[in-house]
């Protein structure tokens, strides 16, 4: 005979009353948040923080309770911070090295020429790229003087994408506090 041994106040499936089944409305939310954080990590992917917030605006509505509305108002007032630190600090940082706007604009428009002529990893050599060669431009050939934009740039652009990265996730972890009280 085989006795099975249970702690003592362990939740077993016949005890765990208090714990409620995932929804598939819910599954869907955090795959859409998860693409969402993930098209902010690796901009090529549509995404983005709007979508996270679109995510938790959606489970909202779905549950129709004050709870999710609370969690959603909060989540949405994160990522709004977000959008506008991620534009205001790397901007002043780019503002401050006294790179000009048709610089930015080159290394724009060489990222999006980039995406097409290489793909997967064409943005990532399109935007560097463009930035150097208008700085290089400008700077009358001077190359340290184009390297060292480059660097300010690509900076600016990994500080651009932690900041979005943070709000999304700080409103993701809110989703979750939100699921665990309702």
Request: glycine share 12%.
């Amino acid at each position: 005979m085989v006795r099975a041994y249970v702690c003592p106040g362990a939740v077993t499936p016949a005890s765990s009353s208090s714990v409620r089944p995932v929804s598939l409305v819910e599954v869907i939310v955090a795959l859409v948040i998860a693409f969402g954080i993930a098209g902010i990590i690796v901009p090529i992917l549509p995404g983005g923080a709007l979508l996270v917030a679109a995510a938790i605006l959606g489970w909202a509505i779905w549950l129709g309770e004050t709870t999710g509305w609370v969690i959603f108002g909060i989540s949405a007032a994160l990522i709004a911070v977000g959008l506008i630190t991620k534009y205001a600090i790397p901007g002043k940082h780019l503002k401050d090295s006294g790179m000009p706007l048709s610089t930015q604009v080159a290394g724009g428009l060489l990222a999006i020429v980039g995406f097409f002529v290489i793909p997967v990893v064409g943005i990532f050599v399109g935007f560097p790229l463009g930035i150097f060669l208008a700085e290089l431009r400008r700077h009358g050939g001077d190359t340290v003087a184009a390297k060292t934009s480059t660097w300010t740039a690509l900076k600016a652009v990994g500080l651009f994408i932690l900041i979005d990265a943070i709000a999304a996730t700080l409103a993701t972890i809110t989703w979750v506090v939100g699921l665990f009280l309702t």
